[in-house]
């Protein structure tokens, strides 16, 4: 007999108090019934039942096993069965006084997140109704037709460029469409409908909201905008390389819907352009001069902006190069218009990937982004491509807590999505300095998911400062108030990081908030 049986088996012979309480007939029959079933059977449940029946009349009444008519022999001969039957040899005691409180002391762990996931952070497919009726206003709000909606090129032809029509489709307070109309001026905004209609018309700052309008903030922010330094980092025409391996071809700056934390605004969102098929070949015959490049990032704006066409030529032309052997797409389409996912482009993608692995990276920031829509389409994805990654930002208001982001996680992973990054939100570009969130917050995010959700729906927690740094302690060097200094992995530079402002993150009035 283990330690733990053992244990187990000097609590049964201790009663609590002297003398057996009296316990009813009905009670003992099933004390009886309990042990021919797990003598009878060749079960390990049943034993633990009757154990854990007999701790209790221990433990409660103080009765011990021979008042009710049980030998130790018969207790002993039990607690051999367990062992036997259990594959790995498990004794009761180990189970009953070991295995089960560590689980359940774990389980305890996230109880807290269960009890609050599904109504504080409610996924966009628990969200569906809503969204429905949501759709039907818009819909008939924008007069589109059910087919124009479920077509990609309908969600471009409808998307929501003005104030105005914002307006009609979401309760703005009229000071919120004054600093809307007010930052429209310098900033773009552009809403597919159909992202439109994943916002909750009631929330005052509404996760979606929040990503795709943008607020009087990204003007009035001081601080300098610090612009990509270009010849820094491009080798060639549409090419950009911080690393030695993998290199982006910038094949589009257009996106479906422009996001109001966009680390690219500097080339997104201005105007639309329609690169030379020159461009493309200059930054083809870039990467077969150079042998040492071997993954491509197809980038933008958004890869799955290109044309079907476009896309199918590009792909091909990197197939061909032997050096090249990975290839990804970035984009936010599948959860910005879904509906571009056609058969074609999955034809596309499936082609290329079956002569080297594909992989899409898309961004969500929220669970209230995964609808059955962009569910469906990431499953069509998966099964024409080798991975479906996540880069999220994370953002203040956005899923800058433990509940949002590990419900974020778990229900991309979901949706047939590994996540992949959080970005912490780049100090480079001040419109968005209202959304950062500090370092430390982050990290502490991230660092609560291990040991508590899966881990592969576990994250790195990167900054961005030329090139990714993933934010482990082991990069960062020092911290002060407004400083991180941290230091390149690759390299061994250090280079200062710029931290969230904290009483601009402790702020509580921001965004439609101030309204
Ligand atoms: C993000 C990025 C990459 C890819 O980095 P990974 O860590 O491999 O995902 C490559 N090149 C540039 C210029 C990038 O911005
Ligand atoms: S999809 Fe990406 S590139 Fe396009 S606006 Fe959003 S963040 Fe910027």
Redesign the pocket.
């Known amino acids: 007999m283990d330690s733990f049986t053992k244990e187990l088996f000097k609590e049964l012979y201790s009663p609590s108090h002297k003398g057996p309480a009296e316990m009813s007939n009905t009670a003992k029959a099933e004390l009886e019934n309990l042990y021919q079933k797990a003598s009878s059977e060749d079960l390990t449940q049943p034993i633990l039942d009757f154990f854990l029946q007999m701790r209790n009349c221990a433990r409660e009444n103080g009765i011990v096993p021979t008042d009710l008519g049980f030998s130790e022999e018969q207790l002993t001969a039990l607690a051999a069965k367990h062992a036997q039957i259990d594959e790995h040899g498990v004794t009761v005691g180990g189970r009953l006084n070991r295995a089960l409180p560590i689980a359940s002391e774990a389980g305890q762990r996230t109880t807290d997140y269960l009890a609050r996931k599904d109504i504080e952070v409610p996924s966009g497919i628990q969200l569906w109704e809503t969204i429905q009726q949501n759709i039907h206003n818009i819909q008939t709000s924008l007069g589109m037709t059910d087919k124009d909606w479920q077509s990609y090129t309908g969600q471009l032809k409808f998307a929501i460029d003005k104030v105005e029509t914002l307006a009609k489709i979401i309760n703005l307070p009229d000071q919120a469409v004054k600093e809307v109309l007010r930052v429209t001026q310098s900033y773009r905004m552009r809403l597919t409908p159909y992202y439109a209609s994943l916002i909750m018309p009631e929330k005052v700052n509404d996760p979606v909201l929040l990503q795709s309008v943008p607020t009087g903030e990204m003007i009035d922010n001081i601080g300098e905008e610090i612009p990509p330094v270009a010849a820094d980092h491009s080798p060639a025409r549409l090419i950009d390389q911080f690393y030695p391996r993998v290199v982006t071809i910038k094949a589009t700056n257009m996106?479906a819907?422009?996001?109001t934390?966009?680390?690219?605004?500097a080339h997104?969102?201005k105007k639309d352009r329609i690169y030379a098929k020159t461009a493309y070949r200059e930054a083809l015959d870039y990467i077969r001069r150079n042998p040492t490049i071997r993954d491509l990032l197809i980038t933008?704006?958004?890869a799955f902006v290109l044309p079907n066409d476009m896309l199918r030529w590009l792909l091909s032309e990197l197939d061909a190069i032997d050096h090249v052997t990975v290839k990804r797409l970035g984009t936010?389409i599948p959860v910005?218009a879904p509906m571009r996912i056609d058969n074609e482009l999955l034809d596309i993608i499936g082609a290329s990937n079956d002569m080297k692995p594909v992989r899409v990276v898309t961004?969500i920031n929220t669970a209230q982004e995964i609808t059955p829509v962009s569910r469906e389409g990431f499953r069509k994805l998966a099964k024409c491509t080798s991975a479906l990654l996540n880069q999220a930002v994370l953002m203040k208001g956005i899923n800058d807590t433990q509940v949002k982001m590990w419900k974020l996680c778990e229900t991309i992973q979901e949706a047939y999505v590994r996540p992949y990054y959080i970005f912490n939100c780049s100090y480079r570009n001040p419109q968005f300095a209202h959304l950062r969130v500090p370092v430390e917050v982050g990290r502490d995010i991230v660092e609560s998911m291990y040991g508590n959700i899966s881990g592969d729906a576990i994250p790195r927690f990167i900054a961005t400062a030329g090139g990714k740094i993933p934010l482990h302690r082991d990069n960062v060097v020092s911290a002060t108030e407004k400083d991180i200094i941290l230091r390149k992995p690759w390299s061994g530079e250090e280079v200062i990081y710029p931290d969230a402002n904290q009483k601009e993150y402790q702020r509580q009035k921001f965004a439609f908030a101030k309204y």
């Open positions: 996106c819907m422009y996001c934390h966009c680390l690219r605004i997104i969102g933008g704006g958004d936010r910005t961004q």
